[in-house]
């Protein structure tokens, strides 16, 4: 456990200030990865992508901590999906597993569908 180091603080006779603590940087991990709820406005695909990119800058390319860092950037329904997934006989053992897992249950033909006609819709716009 890192010592706290004390800055002297200089004051006036009328002010008279604690002195400041420097404590050690820590890196929340929750600010550094994404996060991925599992509503039908999200987007899987572009989630898996950034999850790995950074996840893996941070614990490497180790399937055991790969499946327990995605924990820490789901949440609501797509947390408990992972946790009822992870606790069924047919939980994943691995990253391969789980990214396989993932996609069938949130990139579902309907929603491959509804972002086709989205960029239809959008690329229908800058051709006019």
Do not use: C
Not at 15 to 38: A, C, D, E, H, Q
Not at 60 to 76: C, I, M, P, Y
Not at 84 to 96: E, I, T
């Amino acid at each position: 456990s890192p010592i706290p180091i004390t800055i002297p603080t200089f004051s006036s006779p009328s002010l008279n200030y604690p002195p400041l603590v420097s404590t050690p940087f820590t890196m929340n991990i929750n600010n550094i990865l994404p996060n991925f709820k599992g509503l039908a406005e999200e987007r899987p695909v572009q989630f898996l992508t950034e999850f790995e990119i950074r996840a893996v800058s941070l614990v490497g390319k180790n399937d055991t901590l790969l499946l327990q860092t995605v924990q820490q950037a789901l949440s609501e329904g797509a947390l408990i999906w992972f946790s009822q997934l992870q606790r069924s006989p047919d939980r994943a053992h691995n990253w391969k597993e789980f990214k396989t897992r993932f996609y069938e249950r949130y990139r579902t033909p309907t929603k491959v569908e509804h972002l086709r006609t989205e960029l239809r819709l959008l690329f229908g716009r800058y051709n006019e």
